[in-house]
């Protein structure tokens, strides 16, 4: 990890986008009246949108059949194309602007082919209907990692008038003895690169008490982080601040949520 985690934490309740992606998003198509060019020589030709009855299932078998190779997994997409092996990372659709391009002709009109570009790499196709099927699956996604978001942006304000309980506290929540058995347990798994296994006793620490030992939403950033997961991860450290604002780590606890933020694109 960037920082080492603090001893004893427990986790927050972990909602992963996995579980986001079992919904359905809310609609939001977009359309233009003329070309809008992101890139210098391509003009965008497909705004995409989330088709009538889409579910996460709908967009995954879309998805797989345009791109067989293709692997789900709770934080990323991975696939296997011209023996080159890709990473798209849901994270990195939160921001994004997802179109179809086209290249254009010196002398007007469009080169053969479509494309879906992306940080690092991007996907062409010889077909439109292609294109346009990933972007709207893609799109869908999106907004399921929107409202994923919203979820947890609202349940940080919730937490605000908890986290305001706490600082007024002369004398803070000791941990107990079983949250201490658990803890020790998630550190143990954690040393081991267990993140997941550790994300479920750090869970059941946290529904014992959550706001006994603050540190636990600065690990919790930190797993997020080695899971690629830079939105939870400044969910949680957010709550690690509403607790301890003043702790010695809290400046450089703000700066992590601002490299996460950078990571997602804003």
Not at 198 to 224: G, V
Request: proline fraction near 5%; hydrophobic fraction near 40%; glycine fraction near 4%.
């Amino acid at each position: 990890m960037a920082s080492q985690p603090k001893q004893f934490s427990i986790l927050y309740i972990f909602a992963s986008l996995i579980y986001v992606l079992s919904g359905c998003a809310t609609p939001a198509a977009q359309t233009e009246s003329s070309p809008e060019s992101l890139r210098p020589g391509f003009d965008v030709i497909y705004y995409p949108v989330i088709q009538p009855g889409m579910t996460s299932d709908r967009a995954k078998q879309d998805w797989i059949a345009l791109f067989p190779t293709s692997a789900f997994f709770d934080n990323r997409i991975e696939m296997q194309i011209s023996q080159q092996k890709l990473t798209l990372f849901y994270y990195q659709l939160l921001y994004r602007k997802i179109v179809v391009e086209a290249r254009k002709k010196e002398n007007g009109g469009y080169e053969r082919g479509f494309d879906l570009q992306f940080p690092d790499w991007g996907l062409h196709f010889d077909n439109l209907a292609k294109a346009q099927k990933a972007a709207d699956a893609l799109v869908f996604m999106q907004q399921a990692l929107k409202q994923f978001e919203a979820e947890q942006n609202d349940k940080l304000a919730r937490f605000e008038p908890i986290a305001a309980q706490y600082r007024a506290l002369a004398s803070k929540p000791a941990i107990s003895e079983e949250q201490r058995r658990l803890i020790v347990q998630a550190n143990a798994l954690s040393q081991q690169k267990k993140y997941d296994k550790a994300i479920e006793q750090y869970r059941k620490a946290l529904e014992l008490n959550p706001t006994s030992y603050p540190a636990a939403y600065f690990n919790l950033a930190l797993l997020n982080e080695q899971l690629n997961r830079p939105l939870s991860a400044i969910i949680y450290m957010k709550h690690y601040l509403l607790l301890e604002p003043q702790a010695k780590d809290a400046r450089s606890a703000q700066d992590k949520i601002y490299e996460w933020e950078l990571m997602l694109g804003k």
